[in-house]
């Protein structure tokens, strides 16, 4: 067959080739395009995500595996390129030594350097380090993390960090997460493991799920439950009843209320009653209320109960209507 009958797959770009202004390009088996005039590769990056498999058998294919890293959302390209890890040690196990050492950690940083291409990357990269960072020093399920990490990354593209700081928009990222997947934790408690404080994070929280459209419900107090209970050592009894109180006292009693006071003052109520007492000051230590908090919670309880709060063991008289 004649060179001039031969077909070539050509797409025509707008974009011209920089070594020699032509403007087609032909298309690469690994979705590259090359000029076909002088051979340049376009500088575009492609990422091939479909299912490309390798046999490693003579058989009909069924164990086929697929090659190539796996997507990861924690890094801030999805794990396309490679990394060079920290070392002490060279290929055969031995020491190296200083020189060798410091050549290995100049090499490291000339990597990092080369895979941040903007501005937006060398964000994601000290973002998703953050969030890694407290997501395990909190003992997250990686679902968790894996949602928090999809939160900040839209809020990224959407441009939504101009003006705050990246430890708050990470610690908001990640009790989103956390009231998504019902997994209770209070905004003391991811402050406590972020740079930034409660107040910061409870703010940028409201601004993300307004400007997301997150579809987060309301905390529920009896999540918060079995974790206080266990801070505090009360036992099973305590926490059984403390959601029995719950139960009976009903959402719509405690409307535009906190649920880490009322879950609080329920553990509190039931420890009277059941002699197995903490003090409002170790409660409200655990809850991360105030003491006042915890006083206020447990009298409205006590009279939705109709119980007397000098002495909650004792029922005051029915109230007339």
Same mark, same amino acid.
């Given at each position: ?133 407290? $997501?395990?020093? *909190?003992?997250?399920?990686? !679902?968790?993390?894996?949602? @928090? #990490?999809? /939160? %900040? ?97 009903? $959402?719509?009693? *405690?409307?535009?209320?906190? !649920?880490?006071?009322?879950? @609080? #003052?329920? /553990? %509190? ?53």
């Amino acid at each position: 067959m004649d060179k001039q009958d031969e077909t070539i797959d050509v797409r025509v770009n707008n974009d011209a080739c920089v070594e020699c202004g032509g403007k087609d390009f032909q298309e690469e088996t690994d979705g590259h395009f090359s000029c076909i005039d002088c051979g340049l590769v376009r500088d575009n990056t492609v990422f091939d995500y479909g299912p490309d498999w390798r046999k490693f058998n003579n058989g009909d294919g069924a164990e086929n595996e697929r090659h190539g890293p796996a997507k990861d959302i924690f890094q801030h390209d999805y794990g396309i390129t490679t990394e060079i890890a920290p070392t002490r040690t060279d290929g055969a196990g031995a020491t190296m030594t200083s020189t060798s050492n410091s050549r290995w950690n100049r090499l490291r940083r000339l990597d990092n350097k080369g895979r941040i291409r903007n501005a937006t990357e060398r964000n994601l990269v000290t973002a998703l380090s953050e969030l890694k960072r407290i $997501a395990s020093s *909190m003992h997250f399920p990686k !679902p968790v993390a894996q949602d @928090a #990490a999809y /939160i %900040y990354r839209k809020a990224v593209e959407q441009k939504l960090i101009r003006g705050r700081s990246i430890e708050g928009v990470v610690a908001a990222s990640l009790y989103a997460a956390c009231r998504m997947h019902n997994n209770p934790r209070t905004l003391d408690d991811i402050g406590k493991h972020s740079r930034t404080g409660r107040k910061e994070i409870g703010r940028t929280y409201r601004f993300l799920r307004r400007q997301l459209g997150l579809t987060i419900g309301l905390a529920s107090p009896d999540e918060y439950i079995p974790r206080f209970c266990d801070q505090l050592q009360v036992g099973l009894k305590v926490q059984s009843q403390a959601q029995q109180i719950l139960e009976e006292v009903g $959402a719509e009693a *405690m409307v535009s209320r906190g !649920p880490t006071g009322i879950a @609080a #003052a329920s /553990i %509190y109520l039931a420890g009277m009653l059941l002699d197995s007492t903490r003090t409002q000051r170790e409660v409200a230590a655990v809850a991360g209320v105030t003491e006042v908090t915890i006083r206020n919670r447990f009298k409205e309880l006590c009279d939705v109960l109709n119980l007397n709060p000098d002495n909650p063991k004792e029922a005051l008289p029915q109230k007339e209507d």
